[in-house]
């Protein structure tokens, strides 16, 4: 058997009520926590929501800040490009300038030297050596052109055939001083012009004329 005694109904009527003041304190303090735990679930809410809000903001603004680089990028590498072309066509007007100061310092002294007289510069000077020379080549081969053209009418017997034989005296002035110089034809008798003499001739000795002493 257990120990112990029944408590009278006075003091089970006591505790009761002990219990009963507890159990309503414990619902007080679980309707304040469910409370507190419903605002704090509503604030948990609305944060979540700015959150997500905001990440999507950042999202976006991620994106713009992304585009804002690109456009940046892009906008600098023109630029350099842009310098660059300008930094080629000031050196080019540097060396066209430069040129043009170099032309006009050689025409100013092709002009001094043309006041003196002079030829205006080496390259004229040769230029003219040259345009002279090819007159010349020039005039002498007209003037070949003209011989051959002679030499060939020379050659040419009547009945218009060419022939290369040397021609033969068909003409004399006479010595007789009564009459004037016009060239008289020979007739049928004509003379023979004399040949050439051969390489034979090479080995013949010229006579040595001696004095003729008195």
């Given at each position: 058997?257990?120990?112990?005694?029944?408590?009278?109904?006075?003091?089970?009527?006591?505790?009761?009520?002990?219990?009963?003041?507890?159990?309503?304190?414990?619902?007080?303090?679980?309707?304040?926590k469910e409370l507190i735990l419903e605002?704090?679930?509503?604030?948990?809410?609305?944060?979540?929501?700015?959150?997500?809000?905001?990440?999507?903001?950042?999202?976006?603004?991620?994106?713009?800040?992304?585009?804002?680089?690109?456009?940046?990028?892009?906008?600098?590498?023109?630029?350099?490009?842009?310098?660059?072309?300008?930094?080629?066509?000031?050196?080019?007007?540097?060396?066209?300038?430069?040129?043009?100061?170099?032309?006009?310092?050689?025409?100013?002294?092709?002009?001094?030297?043309?006041?003196?007289?002079?030829?205006?510069?080496?390259?004229?000077?040769?230029?003219?050596?040259?345009?002279?020379?090819?007159?010349?080549?020039?005039?002498?081969?007209?003037?070949?052109?003209?011989?051959?053209?002679?030499?060939?009418?020379?050659?040419?017997?009547?009945?218009?055939?060419?022939?290369?034989?040397?021609?033969?005296?068909?003409?004399?002035?006479?010595?007789?001083?009564?009459?004037?110089?016009?060239?008289?034809?020979?007739?049928?008798?004509?003379?023979?012009?004399?040949?050439?003499?051969?390489?034979?001739?090479?080995?013949?000795?010229?006579?040595?004329?001696?004095?003729?002493?008195?």
């Amino acid at each position: 058997l257990l120990k112990g005694h029944d408590p009278d109904p006075d003091q089970l009527e006591e505790e009761c009520e002990k219990l009963e003041e507890r159990l309503a304190e414990q619902e007080q303090k679980l309707l304040e926590k469910e409370l507190i735990l419903e605002e704090e679930t509503r604030l948990t809410d609305r944060v979540t929501k700015k959150v997500e809000l905001g990440q999507q903001d950042t999202l976006t603004l991620a994106k713009q800040v992304n585009e804002y680089q690109r456009k940046l990028q892009e906008t600098t590498r023109k630029m350099m490009a842009i310098v660059s072309e300008l930094s080629m066509n000031q050196a080019e007007s540097m060396k066209l300038q430069q040129e043009a100061n170099d032309k006009r310092a050689i025409v100013e002294e092709a002009y001094r030297k043309l006041d003196l007289g002079l030829p205006p510069t080496e390259e004229v000077e040769i230029e003219w050596q040259r345009m002279l020379r090819d007159e010349e080549m020039k005039a002498a081969r007209d003037i070949q052109k003209q011989q051959a053209e002679e030499e060939a009418e020379q050659y040419t017997v009547p009945g218009g055939i060419t022939t290369t034989a040397e021609p033969r005296p068909n003409a004399y002035i006479p010595d007789d001083l009564s009459e004037l110089p016009v060239p008289r034809p020979y007739g049928a008798l004509a003379p023979f012009k004399p040949t050439e003499p051969g390489a034979c001739m090479r080995h013949i000795r010229k006579p040595v004329v001696k004095p003729i002493e008195i």
